[in-house]
């Protein structure tokens, strides 16, 4: 066969089974690589292939194979041989043979198999994924009751925590079973120092802060959840006297993780009752806040990932970016708030309450966003399960609900009205 027997490749349609580029030819003779990722196997196949026309699938041979089912050509279908992780959602063309091993963004070597239920610990917080339809016990803290409620009340003055009877109104409880204050369920009494300046939690010997009245013992504290700094005389009650949050970490049940800050933005992530949410601040504002399932799904990765990355300088940007998806969808709580209304029967007032809790806001936090003492957002939790109790909705509002709006009954609120 003589050279001018061969037929020429120019103006021919090209395209590379490693990395899915398309070209066309523009020399006469069979290219030797592909232009994009220069790989020598661009025109073999890869694997079985789905024809995006008539939907039977084979595998091909050759570059220049047709669908039997239709006869479209394999290199029509470069765009359907992309791959999809099942478990984070990422989609990608991979340069490799045969099916990739992992998927490139969340690294798991299951991307093709069934999406796995994410579960999280009610001890320790530690969230993780399992293909059990219900795990025996948590992995990290090996706990077997992980799924319960580690508490229902705290002690705003000593910390204590304790479950409460199903039948028990919490309403009537009078003292707390560890300190006998009565004023179990008020956060400590705190004043400005007349002297200095700084708050302070007030003490026995007036309105004067420790450091003012020359005692040794006391310490400055800083909140990390609502960034509230102030003075205490007594350090082993290290309950914030702003939101209520207990600044120690040594307490399993609640715990809190700093991840960014930048300026007067921070995003932390707090672990409490049973519940992970990560808070987007602005100064002492609670902007917005998100369930940490929600977080790792959308960013397609693991727990230990992420906590890892806090504080890390040289994953600034990440946070950022983070920050400024949270921020752009700080008021998607609205959304919600005229079915509530509609739905439960609640004034405007209570149903904004009922929507931030929804995304997986503490009382605390509400308290200070909506300016309301603690024990006002309480009263009105009180009033919104009462609603809850009389409408039938069967959303148990204690614990983690994913897609909680989803339990609603159209029907019925369209009934209602």
């Given at each position: 066969?003589?050279?001018?027997c061969?037929?020429s490749?120019?103006?021919?349609?090209?395209?590379?089974?490693?990395?899915?580029?398309?070209?066309v030819?523009?020399?006469?003779?069979?290219p030797?690589?592909?232009?994009?990722?220069?790989?020598?196997?661009?025109d073999?196949?890869?694997?079985e292939?789905?024809?995006?026309?008539?939907?039977?699938?084979?595998?091909?041979?050759?570059?220049?194979?047709?669908?039997?089912?239709?006869?479209?050509?394999?290199?029509?279908?470069?765009?359907?041989r992309?791959?999809?992780?099942?478990?984070?959602?990422?989609?990608?063309?991979?340069?490799?043979?045969?099916?990739?091993?992992?998927?490139?963004?969340?690294?798991?070597?299951?991307?093709?198999?069934?999406?796995?239920?994410?579960?999280?610990?009610?001890?320790?917080?530690?969230?993780?994924?399992?293909?059990?339809?219900?795990?025996?016990?948590?992995?990290?803290?090996?706990?077997?009751?992980?799924?319960?409620?580690?508490?229902?009340?705290?002690?705003?003055?000593?910390?204590?925590?304790?479950?409460?009877?199903e039948?028990?109104?919490?309403?009537?409880?009078?003292?707390?079973?560890?300190?006998?204050?009565?004023?179990?369920?008020?956060?400590?009494?705190?004043?400005?120092?007349?002297?200095?300046?700084?708050?302070?939690v007030?003490g026995?010997?007036?309105?004067?802060?420790?450091?003012?009245?020359?005692?040794?013992?006391?310490?400055?504290?800083?909140?990390?959840?609502?960034?509230?700094?102030?003075?205490?005389?007594?350090?082993?009650?290290g309950?914030?006297?702003?939101?209520?949050?207990?600044?120690?970490?040594?307490?399993?049940?609640?715990?809190?993780?700093?991840?960014?800050?930048?300026?007067?933005?921070?995003?932390?992530?707090?672990?409490?009752?049973?519940?992970g949410?990560?808070?987007?601040?602005?100064?002492?504002?609670p902007?917005?806040?998100?369930?940490?399932?929600?977080?790792l799904?959308g960013?397609?990765?693991k727990?230990?990932?992420?906590?890892?990355?806090?504080?890390?300088?040289?994953?600034?940007?990440?946070?950022?970016?983070?920050?400024?998806?949270?921020?752009?969808?700080?008021?998607?709580?609205?959304?919600?708030?005229?079915?509530?209304?509609?739905?439960?029967?609640?004034?405007?007032?209570?149903?904004?309450?009922?929507?931030?809790?929804?995304?997986?806001?503490?009382?605390?936090?509400?308290?200070?966003?909506?300016?309301?003492?603690?024990?006002?957002?309480?009263?009105?939790?009180?009033?919104?399960?009462?609603?809850?109790?009389?409408?039938?909705?069967?959303?148990?509002?204690?614990?983690?609900?994913e897609?909680?709006?989803s339990?609603y009954?159209?029907?019925?609120?369209?009934?209602?009205?």
């Amino acid at each position: 066969m003589t050279a001018g027997c061969v037929e020429s490749w120019k103006g021919r349609k090209l395209y590379c089974f490693r990395c899915g580029h398309r070209w066309v030819s523009r020399a006469d003779g069979k290219p030797d690589s592909c232009p994009k990722c220069r790989s020598r196997r661009y025109d073999v196949p890869t694997g079985e292939y789905g024809c995006p026309s008539c939907g039977r699938r084979w595998t091909p041979r050759h570059y220049d194979d047709a669908c039997p089912g239709c006869g479209r050509p394999v290199s029509d279908m470069g765009t359907e041989r992309g791959f999809e992780c099942n478990q984070c959602g990422h989609r990608w063309i991979s340069r490799g043979q045969g099916t990739p091993l992992k998927c490139p963004r969340c690294k798991t070597r299951s991307w093709n198999e069934p999406k796995m239920a994410q579960f999280i610990c009610h001890k320790c917080g530690y969230v993780w994924k399992s293909r059990m339809d219900y795990p025996n016990r948590c992995p990290e803290c090996r706990s077997e009751t992980w799924d319960k409620d580690t508490f229902k009340l705290k002690c705003f003055r000593c910390g204590h925590k304790w479950v409460l009877n199903e039948d028990t109104d919490p309403d009537l409880v009078k003292t707390c079973p560890s300190c006998r204050s009565r004023k179990w369920n008020e956060l400590p009494e705190a004043v400005v120092c007349r002297r200095c300046g700084r708050l302070s939690v007030l003490g026995r010997k007036g309105a004067l802060c420790p450091a003012c009245r020359g005692d040794d013992r006391y310490m400055e504290c800083r909140c990390g959840f609502c960034g509230a700094e102030w003075i205490s005389a007594d350090p082993s009650k290290g309950i914030c006297p702003v939101c209520g949050m207990l600044s120690s970490s040594e307490d399993g049940s609640e715990k809190l993780t700093i991840l960014w800050e930048k300026g007067g933005l921070r995003l932390n992530y707090v672990f409490k009752d049973g519940i992970g949410c990560v808070y987007l601040w602005d100064g002492s504002y609670p902007v917005t806040c998100r369930y940490l399932n929600e977080v790792l799904d959308g960013l397609g990765m693991k727990f230990e990932t992420l906590i890892k990355r806090a504080g890390s300088e040289a994953h600034g940007r990440f946070w950022e970016s983070l920050a400024e998806d949270m921020m752009s969808r700080r008021d998607a709580y609205m959304e919600n708030v005229p079915y509530f209304m509609k739905r439960i029967g609640v004034g405007r007032e209570q149903a904004e309450i009922l929507a931030l809790h929804f995304t997986g806001m503490s009382p605390e936090a509400i308290s200070l966003r909506s300016k309301m003492s603690l024990k006002e957002v309480r009263t009105e939790f009180t009033r919104i399960q009462e609603a809850f109790s009389q409408s039938g909705i069967v959303v148990n509002d204690s614990v983690y609900t994913e897609d909680p709006i989803s339990c609603y009954d159209p029907e019925g609120a369209d009934d209602s009205t």
